[in-house]
């Protein structure tokens, strides 16, 4: 039995998407930039995927590029952006609960002489806009949020961000890397300029993501080579991701709505169930404003690392807080962001769902952490 709960890390990738990487590879393997038929061929599949990668995103295919991954993607848009903006001004404005691939570019251009300011989010992990407000001013040329949060799901309200536009002249960015495909293209405002996601999230393998960037947006590319992806990102495309990525786009769109209402069942179960059966536990996503494919919740008095290998025995995979930032020591800034106890930080639990988990499997999995969580609680020997 193996039930995967470690979505917001990384996603199985589909079978569909999976034939289309190794057709790609084997046989239709030519170089998108050859001139003849099999360079053409190549092409189209990069041509396809581009367009099924925007729709996702509910924008034109025009302003898509396709990157190594969401942090490549990132990166390029805060550099990028922050750098061709120079000339009118040097102040940044994100938040303190972002992804390290949008935190560490913004700590590169402090280097570089820029301003950046940090947004500190309300109780729910949600910035609000009066913070923005009190922040920005004629110098901001780039303000980055992400539409919702890899370890507690929280959704961030773009439209009142992107109101500020009437009045300042700044380039607005969304790190969509973990709402992308769990939100309908919508909840991302006309104000946004650029947005990035990642192919890995939505059943794509991984190493590709993309960029896309709105008309007369300018961004300075970070690679530069042969000028590939219309000089935005040179270096060989990966085709057979991006292909697949197209196809896991293409299906994520298809099956959007049903995705959602599946994840939504799935957490609200999970959680009312551990609400029920397991005292003294916290939840640390904000239901009402959340994606539904994150449930971070912790167990008081509970070791987060030994409770996922506890449960890694009966096959159910969850995580302590962000792949990406599980090697650091200081783990989670997100959940220091949102004022946890330093305990309520250590036996924090993060479920992320996908297409694939279902509400049966939710009682195999609240019942063994009940099992798990009793036993370590009556050792009393984690604190
Ligand atoms: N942004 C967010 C919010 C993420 O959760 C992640 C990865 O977990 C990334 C960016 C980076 O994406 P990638 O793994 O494709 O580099």
């Known amino acids: 039995m193996e039930i995967y709960l470690d979505n917001s890390a990384t996603t199985k990738v589909l079978d569909e998407a999976a034939k289309k990487a190794y057709e790609i590879m084997v046989s239709d393997f030519g170089n998108p930039s050859s001139l003849h038929h099999m360079g053409m061929v190549a092409e189209k599949e990069i041509k396809y995927a581009r367009k099924a990668v925007a729709d996702l995103m509910g924008r034109e295919d025009k302003g898509l590029y396709f990157t190594s991954s969401g942090t ?3 990166n390029l848009a805060i550099m990028g952006a922050a750098r061709s903006m ?4 040097n102040k940044i404005i994100t938040s303190n609960i972002e992804h390290p691939s949008v935190l560490e570019p ?3 251009l402090e280097k570089e002489g820029f301003e950046v300011v940090y947004l500190k989010t309300d109780g729910d992990g949600i910035i609000r806009s009066e913070q923005l407000e009190k922040a920005i001013d004629e110098k901001t040329v780039l303000v980055s949020i992400m539409t919702a949060n890899n370890e507690t799901g929280s959704l961030q309200p773009l439209s009142d961000i992107a ?3 009437d009045r300042y002249n700044f380039i607005f960015h969304t790190d969509m890397v973990q709402a992308y495909g769990k939100v309908s293209p919508e909840y991302v405002p006309d104000g946004v300029d650029i947005i990035t996601v990642s192919g890995h999230k939505v059943h794509a393998p991984k190493g590709v993501g993309a960029i896309w960037i709105k008309e007369k947006v300018n961004i300075k590319p970070l690679m530069l080579g042969g000028g590939q992806e219309k000089g935005m990102r040179s270096g060989t495309e990966n085709v057979p991701a991006i292909a697949a990525f197209g196809i896991a786009a293409d299906v994520a769109k298809r099956d959007i709505d049903e995705n959602i209402n599946n994840m939504c ?5 999970l959680w009312n169930g551990i609400k029920a059966e397991i005292p003294n536990v916290k939840l640390n996503t904000p239901l009402m404003n959340s994606v539904s494919s994150v449930l971070n919740v912790s167990f008081a008095g509970i070791r987060a690392e030994v409770l996922l290998h506890t449960l890694e025995q009966d096959g159910i995979y969850v995580s302590t807080g962000s792949a990406c930032s599980s090697n650091k020591k200081n783990r989670s800034h997100v959940l220091r962001a949102l004022n946890l106890k330093p305990s309520e930080i250590e036996s924090a ?3 992320s769902f996908s297409r694939y988990n279902t509400v049966e499997d939710m009682d195999t999995v609240i019942l063994k952490l009940e099992q798990a969580v009793s036993k370590f ?4 020997s984690f604190r």
């Open 86 to 89: 120079i000339k009118r001004g």
């Open 163 to 165: 109101k500020f536009k």
């Open 265 to 269: 069942k799935v957490r609200d179960y």
């Open 377 to 380: 609680r009556k050792l009393g």
């Open 106 to 108: 913004c700590r590169r």
């Open 349 to 351: 639990i993060r479920f």
């Open 72 to 74: 490549e993607a990132n």
